[in-house]
T-cell receptor, first 113, second 113 residues
Framework: AQSVTQLGSHVSVSEGALVLLRCNYS??????LFWYVQYPNQGLQLLLK??????LVKGINGFEAEFKKSETSFHLTKPSAHMSDAAEYFC???????????FGTGTRLKVLA | DAGITQSPRHKVTETGTPVTLRCHQT?????MYWYRQDPGHGLRLIHY???????DKGEVSDGYSVSRSKTEDFLLTLESATSSQTSVYFC????????????FGPGTRLLVL
């Protein structure tokens, strides 16, 4: 069965510092992987997704993620945090033939001035 | 944002009463989903639909039923609300399986007293 683990339910970084949010997946077949962002009192918005075309995926707002099969990871990074990046971030996994996403439990990012 | 609306956006109800939440889309997407979001659990799939009158259970379907009589509408019903169903409910839509992006509505905040 598929599963997703997000290490760290809360992450704090200083403004201008590197953002690293971790996601590890468990899947028996090549997965599709997604990162979503949720701002307070809003729905989820897609940041980026991996669909096997390229291992380094660039998304919106300067975020990117690298698919590493050997490490079963899909960590989200941004070189320089901005105050507007404060939000909750969710990693999700899907695979061919299924309608379903499996979501991680989320990481709340706090950006310190 | 994808054309997804949810109604009501907020609801307070009492234990034992029936509650229906509505999801409406203007994108003509085939697949629709209902999730609930709870702290520490991320998003969990309640039910989903793969076409008009075609629905199936997700991982947390007990106590919930759904109906889809038109492409654009997906209803979630709590037959007899319980306090454990206090949550934020999100509707999502997609145009296919696997790698297809799911687009989320703004959510409905439900409080069961």
């Amino acid at each position: 069965a598929q599963s997703v683990t997000q290490l760290g339910s809360h992450v704090s970084v200083s403004e201008g510092a590197l953002v690293l949010l971790r996601c590890n997946y468990s899947s028996s077949v090549p997965p599709y992987l997604f990162w979503y962002v949720q701002y307070p009192n809003q729905g989820l918005q897609l940041l980026l997704k991996y669909t096997s075309a390229a291992t380094l995926v660039k998304g919106i707002n300067g975020f990117e993620a690298e698919f590493k099969k050997s490490e079963t990871s899909f960590h989200l990074t941004k070189p320089s945090a901005h105050m507007s990046d404060a939000a909750e971030y969710f990693c999700a996994v899907s695979d061919t033939g299924t309608y379903k996403y499996i979501f991680g439990t989320g990481t709340r990012l706090k950006v310190l001035a | 944002d994808a054309g997804i609306t949810q109604s009501p956006r907020h609801k307070v109800t009492e234990t034992g009463t029936p509650v229906t939440l509505r999801c409406h889309q203007t994108e003509n997407h085939r697949y629709m989903y209902w999730y609930r979001q709870d702290p520490g659990h991320g998003l969990r799939l309640i039910h989903y639909s793969y076409g008009v009158k075609d629905t199936d259970k997700g991982e947390v379907s007990d106590g919930y039923s759904v109906s889809r009589s038109k492409t654009e509408d997906f209803l979630l019903t709590l037959e007899s609300a319980t306090s454990s169903q206090t949550s934020v409910y999100f509707c999502a839509i997609s145009d296919g399986k696997g790698q297809e992006t799911q687009y989320f509505g703004p959510g409905t905040r439900l409080l069961v007293l």
